[in-house]
Protein backbone atom coordinates (compact mmCIF):
# COMPACT_ATOMS: atom_id res chain seq x y z
CA UNK A 1 0.00 0.00 0.00
CA UNK A 2 1.38 3.44 -1.03
CA UNK A 3 2.17 5.60 2.09
CA UNK A 4 3.22 8.90 2.75
CA UNK A 5 3.94 9.66 6.80
CA UNK A 6 4.71 12.87 8.15
CA UNK A 7 6.24 13.79 11.62
CA UNK A 8 8.03 15.93 13.61
CA UNK A 9 4.98 18.95 13.86
CA UNK A 10 4.12 20.26 17.14
CA UNK A 11 4.28 23.05 19.32
CA UNK A 12 7.05 25.97 18.97
CA UNK A 13 7.79 29.59 20.06
CA UNK A 14 8.85 31.98 17.68
CA UNK A 15 11.47 32.17 16.07
CA UNK A 16 12.41 28.40 16.89
CA UNK A 17 13.50 25.93 14.59
CA UNK A 18 11.33 21.93 13.37
CA UNK A 19 12.96 19.57 11.35
CA UNK A 20 9.35 17.77 9.50
CA UNK A 21 10.09 14.63 7.66
CA UNK A 22 8.10 12.77 5.24
CA UNK A 23 8.33 8.82 4.81
CA UNK A 24 7.35 6.90 2.01
CA UNK A 25 6.68 3.23 2.03
CA UNK A 26 4.81 1.36 -0.85
CA UNK A 27 6.94 2.51 -3.39
CA UNK A 28 10.61 4.05 -4.54
CA UNK A 29 10.64 7.32 -3.08
CA UNK A 30 13.70 7.80 -5.63
CA UNK A 31 11.36 8.14 -8.44
CA UNK A 32 9.33 10.93 -7.66
CA UNK A 33 9.55 14.67 -7.55
CA UNK A 34 8.68 15.63 -3.94
CA UNK A 35 7.01 18.54 -2.66
CA UNK A 36 5.77 20.29 0.60
CA UNK A 37 2.07 22.11 0.91
CA UNK A 38 0.86 23.52 3.82
CA UNK A 39 -2.66 24.54 4.70
CA UNK A 40 -2.96 27.07 8.18
CA UNK A 41 -6.53 26.55 9.70
CA UNK A 42 -9.79 27.23 8.30
CA UNK A 43 -7.36 28.55 5.20
CA UNK A 44 -6.95 27.00 1.46
CA UNK A 45 -3.43 25.39 0.40
CA UNK A 46 -0.10 26.86 -0.20
CA UNK A 47 2.39 25.23 -2.23
CA UNK A 48 5.96 25.87 -0.09
CA UNK A 49 8.94 23.52 -1.80
CA UNK A 50 9.54 21.57 -4.10
CA UNK A 51 12.48 19.03 -4.51
CA UNK A 52 14.04 16.99 -7.93
CA UNK A 53 14.21 13.43 -7.96
CA UNK A 54 17.98 14.11 -7.70
CA UNK A 55 17.82 16.78 -4.86
CA UNK A 56 19.56 19.09 -7.59
CA UNK A 57 16.24 21.17 -8.20
CA UNK A 58 14.83 23.07 -5.60
CA UNK A 59 12.05 25.69 -5.21
CA UNK A 60 10.60 27.55 -2.81
CA UNK A 61 7.54 30.04 -2.25
CA UNK A 62 8.70 33.38 -1.01
CA UNK A 63 7.09 33.32 2.26
CA UNK A 64 9.47 30.64 3.39
CA UNK A 65 12.63 31.33 1.08
CA UNK A 66 15.63 31.66 3.31
CA UNK A 67 14.19 30.16 6.36
CA UNK A 68 12.88 26.41 5.05
CA UNK A 69 15.76 23.74 4.08
CA UNK A 70 14.29 20.95 1.82
CA UNK A 71 15.98 17.65 1.28
CA UNK A 72 15.83 14.69 0.38
CA UNK A 73 17.39 10.91 1.27
CA UNK A 74 16.23 8.44 -1.42
CA UNK A 75 18.32 5.75 0.70
CA UNK A 76 15.78 6.48 3.12
CA UNK A 77 12.88 6.99 1.10
CA UNK A 78 12.43 10.14 2.93
CA UNK A 79 11.68 13.47 2.42
CA UNK A 80 12.92 16.41 5.13
CA UNK A 81 11.35 20.14 5.29
CA UNK A 82 14.23 22.27 8.17
CA UNK A 83 11.86 24.91 9.31
CA UNK A 84 13.97 27.82 11.21
CA UNK A 85 13.07 31.58 12.46
CA UNK A 86 9.21 31.03 12.64
CA UNK A 87 6.89 32.81 12.69
CA UNK A 88 3.15 32.69 14.05
CA UNK A 89 1.82 32.66 10.37
CA UNK A 90 3.77 29.58 9.87
CA UNK A 91 1.25 27.49 11.80
CA UNK A 92 -0.10 25.62 9.37
CA UNK A 93 -0.89 21.72 8.46
CA UNK A 94 2.17 20.33 6.87
CA UNK A 95 1.46 17.88 3.97
CA UNK A 96 3.91 16.14 1.89
CA UNK A 97 2.98 15.09 -1.73
CA UNK A 98 4.68 13.09 -4.32
CA UNK A 99 4.03 14.53 -8.16
CA UNK A 100 2.21 17.05 -7.11
CA UNK A 101 -0.62 17.56 -9.84
CA UNK A 102 0.46 14.61 -12.28
CA UNK A 103 -0.90 11.57 -12.26
CA UNK A 104 1.32 10.12 -9.56
CA UNK A 105 -0.17 12.93 -7.12
CA UNK A 106 0.03 11.11 -3.65
CA UNK A 107 -0.29 12.92 0.12
CA UNK A 108 0.01 12.34 3.31
CA UNK A 109 -2.13 13.16 5.88
CA UNK A 110 -0.43 16.10 7.15
CA UNK A 111 1.60 17.03 10.50
CA UNK A 112 0.42 20.10 12.24
CA UNK A 113 2.57 22.63 13.41
CA UNK A 114 1.79 25.33 15.94
CA UNK A 115 3.86 28.51 16.10
CA UNK A 116 3.02 30.33 19.62
CA UNK A 117 4.17 31.58 23.08
CA UNK B 1 3.55 34.57 -9.77
CA UNK B 2 0.71 33.35 -11.56
CA UNK B 3 -2.56 33.91 -10.06
CA UNK B 4 -5.53 31.25 -9.83
CA UNK B 5 -9.00 33.02 -9.51
CA UNK B 6 -11.84 30.32 -8.66
CA UNK B 7 -15.86 30.77 -8.65
CA UNK B 8 -17.89 31.12 -7.26
CA UNK B 9 -15.92 30.43 -3.62
CA UNK B 10 -19.29 28.75 -2.47
CA UNK B 11 -21.95 26.92 -3.88
CA UNK B 12 -25.07 25.08 -2.54
CA UNK B 13 -26.57 22.59 -4.58
CA UNK B 14 -28.53 19.30 -3.93
CA UNK B 15 -27.56 15.90 -5.31
CA UNK B 16 -27.95 15.25 -9.02
CA UNK B 17 -27.47 18.68 -9.49
CA UNK B 18 -24.58 19.54 -12.20
CA UNK B 19 -22.57 21.81 -10.85
CA UNK B 20 -19.24 23.65 -12.43
CA UNK B 21 -16.56 25.82 -11.32
CA UNK B 22 -14.17 27.83 -13.06
CA UNK B 23 -10.41 28.32 -12.60
CA UNK B 24 -8.86 31.72 -14.37
CA UNK B 25 -5.20 32.11 -14.63
CA UNK B 26 -3.53 35.25 -14.50
CA UNK B 27 -1.32 34.41 -17.61
CA UNK B 28 -1.51 31.27 -20.27
CA UNK B 29 -0.76 27.99 -18.40
CA UNK B 30 -1.68 25.75 -21.29
CA UNK B 31 -2.75 22.73 -19.61
CA UNK B 32 -0.82 22.65 -17.02
CA UNK B 33 -3.67 22.55 -14.36
CA UNK B 34 -4.67 20.07 -12.36
CA UNK B 35 -8.13 19.97 -9.60
CA UNK B 36 -8.22 18.09 -6.07
CA UNK B 37 -10.80 17.55 -3.86
CA UNK B 38 -10.38 18.02 0.26
CA UNK B 39 -12.88 16.61 2.65
CA UNK B 40 -12.81 18.41 6.46
CA UNK B 41 -9.91 16.24 8.01
CA UNK B 42 -8.37 14.66 4.95
CA UNK B 43 -5.45 15.40 2.29
CA UNK B 44 -6.37 16.75 -0.97
CA UNK B 45 -6.84 14.02 -3.53
CA UNK B 46 -5.97 14.70 -7.42
CA UNK B 47 -9.19 14.16 -9.45
CA UNK B 48 -7.74 15.70 -12.39
CA UNK B 49 -4.19 16.35 -13.95
CA UNK B 50 -3.27 18.14 -17.33
CA UNK B 51 -6.37 20.14 -17.48
CA UNK B 52 -8.86 17.30 -18.60
CA UNK B 53 -7.39 13.83 -17.59
CA UNK B 54 -9.48 11.74 -15.01
CA UNK B 55 -7.14 10.19 -12.84
CA UNK B 56 -7.75 6.40 -12.27
CA UNK B 57 -10.22 5.58 -9.99
CA UNK B 58 -12.29 8.72 -10.17
CA UNK B 59 -15.82 8.83 -10.99
CA UNK B 60 -16.75 9.74 -14.70
CA UNK B 61 -18.97 12.07 -13.47
CA UNK B 62 -16.01 14.56 -12.31
CA UNK B 63 -14.66 16.19 -15.94
CA UNK B 64 -12.09 18.90 -16.72
CA UNK B 65 -11.83 21.03 -19.32
CA UNK B 66 -10.10 24.33 -20.93
CA UNK B 67 -6.76 25.27 -21.66
CA UNK B 68 -4.48 28.87 -21.55
CA UNK B 69 -6.10 31.15 -18.75
CA UNK B 70 -9.92 29.50 -18.12
CA UNK B 71 -10.98 25.83 -17.16
CA UNK B 72 -13.79 24.78 -16.00
CA UNK B 73 -14.40 21.74 -13.33
CA UNK B 74 -17.63 19.49 -13.59
CA UNK B 75 -19.10 17.21 -11.44
CA UNK B 76 -22.45 15.71 -14.35
CA UNK B 77 -24.06 14.65 -10.98
CA UNK B 78 -23.54 15.55 -7.42
CA UNK B 79 -23.23 12.77 -5.32
CA UNK B 80 -23.25 12.47 -1.26
CA UNK B 81 -19.63 11.58 -1.37
CA UNK B 82 -19.05 14.64 -3.71
CA UNK B 83 -19.34 17.46 -0.95
CA UNK B 84 -16.17 18.88 -0.35
CA UNK B 85 -14.12 21.90 -1.07
CA UNK B 86 -12.14 21.62 -4.74
CA UNK B 87 -8.77 23.48 -5.43
CA UNK B 88 -7.08 24.13 -8.68
CA UNK B 89 -3.06 24.20 -9.36
CA UNK B 90 -1.24 25.51 -11.86
CA UNK B 91 2.30 23.72 -12.66
CA UNK B 92 3.60 25.94 -15.37
CA UNK B 93 5.68 27.74 -13.43
CA UNK B 94 7.20 28.56 -9.95
CA UNK B 95 6.00 29.14 -7.33
CA UNK B 96 3.11 26.76 -7.91
CA UNK B 97 -0.27 28.12 -6.78
CA UNK B 98 -3.49 27.27 -5.97
CA UNK B 99 -7.05 28.42 -6.20
CA UNK B 100 -8.66 29.79 -3.13
CA UNK B 101 -11.06 26.99 -3.65
CA UNK B 102 -14.50 26.36 -3.74
CA UNK B 103 -16.78 24.91 -1.08
CA UNK B 104 -18.95 22.43 -2.78
CA UNK B 105 -22.38 22.42 0.45
CA UNK B 106 -25.50 20.37 0.53
CA UNK B 107 -29.02 22.58 -0.42
Known amino acids: EVQLVESGGGLVQPGGSLRLSCAAS????????MNWVRQAPGKGLEWISY????????HYADSVKGRFTISRDNAKNSVYLQMNSLRVEDTAVYYC??????????WGQGTLVTVSS | DIQLTQSPSFLSASVGDRVTITCRAS??????LAWHQQKPGKAPKVLIY???TLQGGVPSRFSGSGSGTEFTLTISSLQPEDFATYYC?????????FGGGTKVEIK
Open chain 1, 97 to 106: ARDLGLDGDY
Open chain 1, 26 to 33: GFTLSSFE
Open chain 1, 51 to 58: ISVSGITI
Open chain 2, 27 to 32: QGIRSY
Open chain 2, 50 to 52: AAS
Open chain 2, 89 to 97: LQLKTYPLT
